[in-house]
Each structure stands twice: as structure tokens, then as C-alpha cells.
């Protein structure tokens, strides 16, 4: 049976799209579920082009239910990733799925993460400090702001008129490149729960 992945998403979706085109072909895996506290956001017009449902759903619901829970089961979900998610996950999710919940940050932390680092402001504080490169960090999550296990850093080189255009550019490209290929390989290490 093909390894089911669900994918939390607040905004524009392009890793989302990136990670549905990816396994659209695969024999092994595909994108079960697409989840987004943002009714407005981008991503569920992404998740409709590919036929992958969706699920909007408010703080009540994520924070002081188990009807998440009870989705992702019943879905058969195998690995949680989140791809531009910013609220921290409950303490139910975590427990039901130990290192299969997965999320992509615009850094190379732990530099530039932590609750309120997020988006424009990363790449503004990059590149205030002067920094001579950046990256993206994929990471297991858990009960604090972009602070679990690493699983995969790719870093590319800040040049001296790197705009705040130009970060969010490298950092796409790498994001786009490289978060399918690193759920790809989770997937294949990983017993299905
Ligand atoms: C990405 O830069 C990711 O690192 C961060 O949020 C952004 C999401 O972008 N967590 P998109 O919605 O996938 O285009």
C-alpha cells in the first residue's frame, strides 16, 4: 500500500504543489490531505487542482479537540508534514505520531528560528546581520518553535546585493528542490504506524 502523507498549510502552498506533483507519479507514496487554518489561503486552490481533499480548521478545533486526530487516523496517514504552518502542534498529535511529523524552516537553524521568526522577517534578519549564507532546515517537530532533530540542512551563499527578493528566491529554489526528495527518503526508512 502507498505510504499516505498530509500536509499542513497556512498560505500559498507552493512546497505543498511541489510535494503533490512529486508523488503524483510515485508508485509509493502520495498526498492524502491537504490542512490549512487559512480559508483563504492559496494552498487549498492547489490542493483542488490535484484532487487531494481538504480540511480547514480553526484554533478550537486543532487546540481542544481530537477531531484532527481522528482525521489523520482514520486516513491512514503515515508521515504529517508541515510546509509554511505557524501555529505549534498539540500535545495529541505529537504523541500519535513520534518523528513522523515533519516541518520546513527558511534557515539554517538553529540560527533564525524560534517563535516569531517566520517569512519576510528570517531573511530581514539575515541579512542585517550580514550573514555570508542562509539555507533551510527540514525538522523533526516537536513541542516548541523550530526546535527538533535535524533531518536535512541545504545552504546557498548570500551575495553583497542579496535583496529581501533574491533571499526568498534562493530559498525556494532550495526548499522546492530538495522537501521531496527528504520526505521521499523518510518515507522509504519508515514503518507504516
Ligand atoms: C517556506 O519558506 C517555509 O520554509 C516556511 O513557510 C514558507 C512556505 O511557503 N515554513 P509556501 O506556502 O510553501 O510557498
Redesign the pocket.
Known amino acids: 500500500m502507498k505510504k499516505r502523507i498530509a500536509i499542513f498549510?497556512s498560505?500559498?502552498?507552493?512546497?505543498?504543489q511541489k510535494i503533490m506533483e512529486h508523488f503524483k507519479k510515485s508508485n509509493e507514496a502520495e498526498v492524502a490531505l491537504i490542512l490549512t487554518n487559512n480559508p483563504y489561503a492559496y494552498v487549498l486552490q492547489r490542493a483542488d487542482n490535484f484532487e487531494v481533499p481538504s480540511h480547514i480548521f480553526d484554533k478550537k478545533e486543532f487546540y481542544e479537540t481530537n477531531k484532527i486526530l481522528a482525521l489523520l487516523n482514520n486516513l491512514n496517514i503515515d508521515l504529517v508534514v508541515l510546509?509554511?504552518f505557524l501555529w505549534l502542534v498539540p500535545l495529541n498529535l505529537l504523541k500519535a505520531y513520534p518523528n513522523k511529523i515533519i516541518n520546513?524552516?527558511?534557515s539554517l537553524l538553529p540560527k533564525y528560528g524560534g517563535k516569531g521568526m517566520?517569512g519576510e522577517r528570517v531573511h530581514e534578519a539575515v541579512l542585517a546581520n550580514k550573514e555570508t549564507e542562509s539555507g533551510?532546515t527540514i525538522h523533526f517537530v516537536n513541542e516548541n518553535f523550530d526546535d527538533g532533530e535535524i533531518i536535512h540542512q541545504s545552504k546557498f551563499r548570500v551575495d553583497k546585493g542579496d535583496d529581501l527578493e533574491m533571499m526568498k528566491f534562493k530559498?525556494q529554489q532550495l526548499?522546492h528542490t530538495h522537501f521531496p526528495k527528504v520526505i521521499e527518503g523518510l518515507l522509504k526508512k519508515m514503518k507504516s504506524i
Open positions: 498549510a498560505g500559498s502552498g507552493s512546497n505543498a510546509a509554511g520546513i524552516h527558511p517566520y533551510i530559498v526548499e
